[in-house]
């Protein structure tokens, strides 16, 4: 950050600082969307973070609902998108584990990230806590499809088999959950002996079958590690086994999805290689399966 960004960021931080006794811990990030700025509440390690768009902010307002349950522990948090948020303090990186033959683990510890963010919306125990009411202003997973349409008009081929398929599944969604939106490598981090804990969600309401498809186009759109079918064959039984998923149901997930990132990636006039060819694998299993 240059000294005018760093003079901005101390004035957006301030008040937050002296709010909630914190003292900064490192230098300023910023994002498109968000600034952050490492610091400690005592001797607690925290984040905080200030959301600076509404998707942001909706984002926090979804940290703060889960409160730690499979998500980052939240200390603290103001409805302006304003979130503070425990640290992770491990050296583990799912990212890596997927670079150094350690993507079956990673796949299953995703897994498991995932089935402890959704249990809140299942119903199932809370540990004694109060059950809190859903976030407000959560996207559906239909709204959230839209931007796939237009690309798949004007591309064809793949994109519009992705569509065809999106358009079956959204509205015969089963089981809905407040989602996570954006399950990734980076996204669940290494918080030692509270486990692997996810950050940064979006605000999306839906199919929780959509987390665990999240997973197929990761962890970087630039390696090509996922177009091997012997990896998408692994991950596939590794979330039908972790998870009481239909197999076709998953499947058609995968395809729908990696159909609307890659539309993203393509409306950026990017290509969206890896994401094609994650939606040509689960055309591939589609047609074996029918």
């Known amino acids: 950050m240059n000294s005018q960004a760093c003079a901005e960021g101390a ?10 006794n ?31 768009e509404p998707e942001e902010q ?56 995932v089935a402890r963010l959704h249990r809140l919306s299942l119903g199932h125990s809370t540990g004694g806590l109060s059950r809190p009411s859903r976030p407000q202003n959560l996207v559906p997973l239909d709204i959230w499809f839209q931007d796939l349409a237009p690309i798949a008009r004007m591309q ?21 959950v407040v989602l996570h939106g954006d399950i990734h490598h980076d996204n669940v981090l290494d918080f030692e002996a509270r486990g692997w804990l996810a950050i940064d969600p979006k605000r999306l309401i839906g199919e929780r079958a959509f987390d665990y498809a999240n997973i197929f186009c990761n962890p970087d759109p630039d390696w090509d590690i996922e177009t091997a079918p012997r990896l998408f064959d692994q991950r596939l039984e590794i979330v039908l086994d972790e998870t009481d998923l239909d197999r076709r149901w998953l499947v058609s997930w995968i395809m729908a999805w990696a159909g609307l990132s890659a539309a993203w ?21 589609l047609a074996r399966l029918s």
């Open 11 to 20: 004035d957006i931080f301030a008040p937050f600082l002296t709010r909630w």
């Open 22 to 52: 914190l003292a900064a811990d490192g230098n300023p990030v910023a994002t498109h969307s968000s600034r952050l700025l490492p610091v400690r509440q005592g001797t607690t390690p925290a984040m905080l973070k200030i959301a600076l």
């Open 58 to 113: 909706a984002g926090c307002a979804v940290m703060a609902w889960w409160n730690g349950r499979g998500a980052a522990p939240v200390l603290a948090y103001d409805p302006s998108g304003a979130l503070l948020m425990e640290r992770a303090g491990g050296a583990r990186s799912l990212a890596q584990f997927a670079r150094t033959r350690r993507d079956a683990e990673a796949t299953r510890i995703l897994c498991g990230a």
């Open 156 to 176: 064809g081929g793949i994109l519009g088999e992705c569509q065809r398929v999106a358009d079956r599944i959204l509205p015969v969604q089963r089981d809905i």
């Open 265 to 285: 990636f393509i409306g950026d006039n990017q290509s969206g290689a890896v994401d094609l060819a994650i939606a040509r694998l689960a055309a591939a299993e």
